[in-house]
Nanobody
Framework: QVQLVQSGGGLVHTGGSLRLSCAASGFAFSAYGMGWFRQAPGKERDFVASTNWKGDKSDYADSVKGRFTISRDNAKGTVYLQMTNLNPEDTAVYYC?????????????????????WGQGTQVTVSS
C-alpha cells in the first residue's frame, strides 16, 4: 500500500534549523511532484513548498522563501524540507504529500485538493 512516512521534526530554538524527511513507498514516487504543508492549531493547512517530479523546479510560500529548501532523491524515494532561521511562527504540524498528476510540466499547486497521498504529520515547535 502507499505510504509516506515522515521523520525529523522536533523542538528547536528561534534561529535554529531542522530537516524533515518523507520516505515514500507503494507508488511511482519519481513520477510525481511532492509538496510540504503545515497546520498550526486552530488554523487551516497551508502550503509551504513543492517540487516537480524531476526536482528541478520548486515553489515556496512567501513566508518561507529564503529560509526553507525542498529537495528530493528519487533513487531513495524521499523528499526533504530543510528549514533554517526558524521562528515561533513556523510552529506547526508539517505534512508531506504527493501530487495527483504524474509527469506534470509544472510544480504541484499550492492547494491541498491537488494532492493525493499524505504523510502522517510531524510536529515542529520553535521556542522563542
Amino acid at each position: 500500500q502507499v505510504q509516506l512516512v515522515q521523520s525529523g521534526g522536533g523542538l528547536v530554538h528561534t534561529g535554529g534549523s531542522l530537516r524533515l524527511s518523507c520516505a515514500a513507498s507503494g507508488f511511482a514516487f519519481s513520477a510525481y511532484g511532492m509538496g510540504w504543508f503545515r497546520q498550526a492549531p486552530g488554523k487551516e493547512r497551508d502550503f509551504v513548498a513543492s517540487t516537480n517530479w524531476k526536482g528541478d523546479k520548486s515553489d515556496y510560500a512567501d513566508s518561507v522563501k529564503g529560509r526553507f529548501t525542498i529537495s528530493r532523491d528519487n533513487a531513495k524515494g524521499t523528499v526533504y524540507l530543510q528549514m533554517t532561521n526558524l521562528n515561533p511562527e513556523d510552529t506547526a504540524v508539517y505534512y508531506c504529500a504527493s501530487d495527483s498528476t504524474p509527469i506534470s510540466r509544472f510544480t504541484p499547486p499550492s492547494s491541498t485538493v491537488a494532492y493525493k497521498y499524505w504523510g502522517q504529520g510531524t510536529q515542529v515547535t520553535v521556542s522563542s
